[in-house]
């Protein structure tokens, strides 16, 4: 079975500093991956970043970054110089074989 | 990348009745998922819909309440049916393509429907 963990229900940080969104998953699968989405006020889910749980570097996309432990099973997301698009829900999901899991969403508010 | 077009964007209906929501996508996809997005809540994965065979359907979540469509590798359309106020969410369709680099799920608007 696949849980994905967000323990943060809501978070705010202001304009241009930055912000770490926690994670935690379990999996039963070998093979697998670990990305963040984000779903703004619009309700388009929008992947922000990915990581293939095989690769031991951290993944980063310009001012997202993920710290990734595998043994503890951990994958947050940190934001860096944050922006006022930056506030939405983001969720953690693991991706097994052509299955998502999500977890319960952090919704970030960027203040200016 | 994959571009999916939902319909309808938004609907309210009566309880009892029946909604069809659409999901066309650009491309020819082996499997198109559906989820469920309660208020507040994740997005649960409701089935999964392969072209010419029926729909695989999660834990909790039936074909006579949630019959599924495929006609063809473009298209999709759940019918959410007898509905109550507990049906009261946000329905995606999604698909997988290739994104930047890697494997995406790429989502539709989704559909939000009322129930009252």
């Known amino acids: 079975a696949q849980t994905v963990t967000q323990s943060q229900p809501e978070m705010s940080v202001q304009e241009a500093e930055t912000v770490t969104l926690s994670c935690t998953y379990d999996?039963?699968?070998?093979?697998?991956?670990l990305v963040w989405y984000k779903q703004p006020p619009s309700r388009q889910m929008i992947l922000v970043i990915r990581?293939?749980?095989?690769?031991?570097q951290n993944a980063t996309e310009n001012r997202f970054s993920v710290n990734f432990q595998k043994a503890a099973k951990s994958f947050s997301l940190k934001i860096s110089d944050s922006q006022l698009g930056d506030t939405a829900m983001y969720f953690c999901?693991?991706?097994?074989?052509?299955?998502?899991?999500f977890g319960t969403g952090t919704r970030l508010k960027v203040l200016a | 990348s994959a571009v999916i077009s939902q319909k309808p964007s938004r609907d309210i209906c009566q309880r009892g009745t029946s909604l069809t929501i659409q999901c066309q996508v650009d491309?020819?996809?082996?499997?198109m998922f559906w989820y469920r997005q309660q208020p507040g809540q994740s997005l649960t994965l409701i089935a999964t819909?392969?072209?010419?065979?029926?729909?695989t359907y999660e834990s909790g979540f039936v074909i006579d309440k949630f019959p599924i469509s495929r006609p063809n590798l473009t298209f999709s359309t759940l019918t959410v049916s007898n509905m109550s106020p507990e049906d009261s969410s946000i329905y995606l369709c999604?698909?997988?393509?290739w994104g930047r680099g890697g494997p995406e799920a790429f989502f539709g608007q989704g559909t939000r429907l009322t129930v009252v």
């Open positions: 999604s698909v997988e393509g």
């Open positions: 491309s020819q996809v082996t499997m």
């Open positions: 819909a392969n072209q010419g065979s029926e729909a």
């Open positions: 999996t039963s699968e070998n093979n697998y991956d």
């Open positions: 990581q293939e749980a095989y690769k031991q």
């Open positions: 999901a693991s991706s097994g074989t052509y299955k998502y899991i």
